[in-house]
């Protein structure tokens, strides 16, 4: 993408940035030219963002945005909320770190804050309580009066390897939550997304997009996982129907969502604006590493064998995790 624009800010603040979209945000827009500076709680977790060029700014984002915005000196805001690990699973608590952003933004002078949202959130059942506090936030930041722009990815790619849920990418194995077709992205892209409004203020301000790269169910994932890896893949439902519905009901009601009515956009309404938008044979070769750390493209050696027993002691295995997770919390 080349440098910025002259006369328009290079240096930008990520929120969330060790988290599963905003490292691959931080690395789009480095990529893209921009300064990056990215929040996270710890030095330690910092030195993931230091590996890919960003400067990493220790800071609680939930409640210290005007230090972070200060210490990075950026005038550029991309920011996430997490109503998982930060909101603790509370969509209030995530609707007041949002509007901490948006006060602290507007405080600070910044000239551009992106906000990244999900498609379609204030379409989704009520069920889906990590979504509710999104389309909240839309509305803060709205009518805050401050520049912004606001972008609303559909489902993550990333969620193929998420081995926090239960979920690791293995070599012949692709295994998710629902099988059926939905509308995916890849978080890089969303990355990419922000610096096309950041670079384009006149453009965007006051205006979303969706970010939408691939439409394909779990057959076609897996067959472009066999073009990129050269090996057969074997796909599956990550738990079974009935423990998502009995103990995920948030998920389960998204997914329920993505198979009808479905997210409105489609990828060719996102490519106008990121024409090379990864699709899923394009993230497998961006993301090109196996939960174990092997990489996926060259990769030679055969994953092993597993019999049709052993996949349903591990969905088995995953639903008894589930049920007493659920329990526990």
Sequence with gaps: MGRPHDGLPEKVLVTNATGKAGRECCR?????????????RSEHSGKSLTNIGVTPVVCDYTKEMPK???????????????????????????????KHAVDAA??????????????????FPRACTHLLAKPRI???????????????PGAFFENFDDA???NPLKKGKLFFLMTEKAKFCATYDIGRAAAVQFRAPDKWLGKSLDVIGWVGD???????????GGFPVKTGLAMPKFARRLFLRDLDAMCEYFVSPGMTSNPSDFKKHVPDALDADGWFRHHNQYNNGEPI??????????????????????????YFGARSG
Aim: no cysteine; charged share 15%; hydrophobic share 50%.
């Design 28 to 40: 789009a827009l480095s990529d893209a030219g921009y300064t990056v500076f990215g929040t996270t």
């Design 68 to 98: 972070a915005l200060q210490v990075s000196g950026a005038k550029l805001l991309l920011f996430i909320t997490d109503f998982f690990k930060a909101a603790k699973n509370n969509a209030d608590t995530e609707e007041a770190h949002g």
């Design 106 to 123: 507007k405080a600070a002078g910044i000239q551009h804050t992106i906000f990244v949202s999900v498609a379609d959130a204030e379409k």
């Design 138 to 152: 839309e509305a803060y930041l709205r009518a805050s009066g401050i520049p912004h722009s606001i972008l609303r």
């Design 164 to 166: 926090a849920n239960f």
């Design 218 to 228: 779990l057959a076609a994932a897996g067959a472009a996982l066999e073009r990129v």
């Design 297 to 322: 493209v060259g990769n030679t050696s055969p994953p092993s064998s597993h019999s049709a027993l052993a996949y349903m002691a591990a969905v088995a295995a995953v639903g008894v995790a589930v």
